[in-house]
């Protein structure tokens, strides 16, 4: 008898990857469907074919008329969350399958729950963007009992994705645990492309030169984020595409397991340092994205305990001076406009004496003090434009908002 499948979780991966089920899965039941915000199940299931799926409003009644069960939610709270639901009235012969991204403790302590409650468990974490995930191009980690892996796999390549990496028989916490490492892949990718292209726009190459080397060298993924910077498709969208906050969930836990095993990873430091500005100036609705408009934070690179050195934006003038604010002109340097009205009122003076005697000496007089003049006015407008608000580098279509960073 054909199993009864159910999906719960419509995040911005869980709905292409629910979509591809009904619309690939060649399923002979129609698709049960959960999601606590219901209104955003029953858009989805009318954008379907019709009669191949069915809304439910609650977790159980949606697990007891299934046989087999995927979960794609946003992090760990929320997958312990439905599971204890899910198994509240037994689990006995089902089958569940959880695509979200965990900590592999957390994977180990769902299976051991499920079983427990008498289900089987197949951790099925994927990589790739949403666009990926709408095109059925996502690539699936299986982990867990060989014969429970085997039950997924007509689901996974072909249907929600392009390709599987079989952990089939392995603990299924080895899933989540590539999961975790391959996301610091694509932490650290997004903040090389930000630095990339900061020093870019900075040094006179140009962000557009850059971008023809990335298509060039690293097309995929580093071409599509270069692409979302430049064109500030990050802050554009009404729903970030990869969240700030789930971002920040990811780094957590990979530097929670490289303390666990005695190492440290510093580029994700480095880049979680900037989520967390992202996350302070645009809450819930920042984008990993938004790591190239974001400030600045440099950790020192050696040891444990130095101190963090305080820097401003990464992208504005304010790099130029990071001690002041973007608004203020730095003192400091102020003298140097000082020294400068100095030395011309200095060479002014000795253009007055020293000018050749004779009916030319008042042109000579005249037009040396206006040349130191006109020289002083014109370097030292040039000097101060350096700290005006507006004289910032080139950015490709950005709010003003981020033209505008915080100290």
């Known amino acids: 008898m054909a199993p009864q499948v159910a999906w719960i979780g419509l995040g911005n991966m869980g709905r292409g990857m629910c979509k591809n089920l009904v619309e690939k899965g060649q399923l002979d039941k129609s698709l049960i469907i959960f999601n606590r915000t219901t209104k955003r199940a029953e858009d989805l299931s009318k954008s379907l074919p019709s009669g191949k799926s069915t809304v439910y409003t609650s977790i159980a009644d949606a697990v007891s ?62 990589f790739g963007a949403p666009q990926m995930a709408d095109s059925g191009q996502l690539v699936c980690v299986l982990a867990g009992p060989r014969e429970s892996v085997e039950k997924v796999k007509p689901y996974t390549k072909g249907v929600i994705g392009r390709a599987i990496i079989d952990f089939g ?146 992208s504005n003038s304010q790099s130029r001076n990071p001690d002041l604010p973007i608004t203020a002109i730095n003192m400091a340097n102020g003298w140097s406009i000082v020294i400068g009205l100095i030395i011309v009122v200095l060479a002014s003076i000795a253009a007055w004496f020293l000018s050749p005697k004779g009916e030319t000496q008042t042109i000579w007089r005249s037009s040396l003090i206006l040349s130191f003049a006109s020289c002083y006015i014109m370097w030292a407008i040039t000097f101060l434009a350096q700290w005006h608000p507006l004289i910032v580098p080139r950015r490709g279509d950005l709010r003003p908002e981020y033209a505008r960073h915080m100290s």
């Open 169 to 314: 028989g392995q603990p299924v916490g080895k899933a989540t645990l590539l999961k975790v490492i391959g996301n610091t892949f694509i932490l650290n990718m997004v903040e090389s492309l930000s630095e990339g292209h900061v020093l870019a726009e900075k040094s006179g190459l140009g962000n557009d030169n850059l971008h023809q080397f990335i298509e060039t060298m690293f097309p995929g993924p580093y071409s599509a984020y270069s692409n979302r910077m430049l064109s500030g498709d990050y802050h554009k969208r009404e729903e970030p595409l990869f969240a700030v906050d789930l971002a920040r969930k990811d780094a957590r836990h990979a530097m929670a397991l490289a303390k666990s095993a005695g190492t440290r990873l510093k580029d994700v430091e480095v880049a979680d340092a900037h989520l967390e500005k992202v996350k302070n100036h645009k809450g819930e609705a920042g984008d990993i994205a938004s790591i190239y408009g974001a400030p600045g934070t440099k950790l020192h690179p050696f040891g444990n305990h130095q101190p963090r050195i305080r820097t401003t934006a990464l």
């Open 65 to 126: 008329k299934s046989d087999i069960i995927f979960t794609c939610v946003g992090d760990d709270a929320a997958i312990n969350e439905t599971i204890d639901a899910a198994v509240k009235n037994g689990a006995s012969g089902k089958l569940f399958v959880d695509c979200s991204t965990v900590h592999p403790d957390t994977t180990e302590e769902l299976a051991k729950k499920i079983g427990a409650a008498g289900g089987e468990f197949v951790a099925c974490p994927v």
